[in-house]
């Protein structure tokens, strides 16, 4: 079994920041990639950023030069770090695990989610 464990929401001014971050546990030989979802009362899950190997990274537009996603694999930690937020980015933030190689062949995991509210 696999779990992964957010940490880092909470509640933050416009303008102000906030890191996150994922911690991937369990029986398991290796992660593919890592990455950030959020999603927003009403709308649809959405891809924040995404990270394979430490060195391909994407973002979706509406995070680009504000957002910078990181990964340590040695501790099978993914982070975000979200400056300049805006109320816009309040949302559940979910961390994805691809392609997560078990005893019991590849699957995706999810964390359970961690509120990000951005108001003034």
């Known amino acids: 079994q696999v779990q992964l464990v957010e940490s880092g929401g909470g509640l933050v001014q416009p303008g102000g920041s906030l890191s996150l971050s994922c911690t991937a546990s369990g029986n398991f030989f290796s992660i593919d990639a890592m990455g950030w979802y959020r999603q927003a009362p009403g709308k649809q899950r959405e891809l924040v950023a995404r990270?394979?190997?430490?060195?391909?990274?994407y973002y979706v537009d509406s995070v680009k030069g504000r957002f910078a996603i990181s990964r340590d694999n040695a501790k099978n930690t993914v982070y975000l770090q979200m400056n300049s937020l805006k109320p816009e980015d309040s949302a559940v933030y979910y961390c994805?695990?691809?392609?997560?190689?078990?005893?019991?062949?590849?699957?995706?995991?999810w964390g359970q989610g961690t509120q990000v509210t951005v108001s003034s």
């Open positions: 990270i394979i190997n430490g060195r391909n990274k």
């Open positions: 994805n695990a691809e392609k997560v190689e078990t005893m019991s062949g590849v699957d995706d995991f």
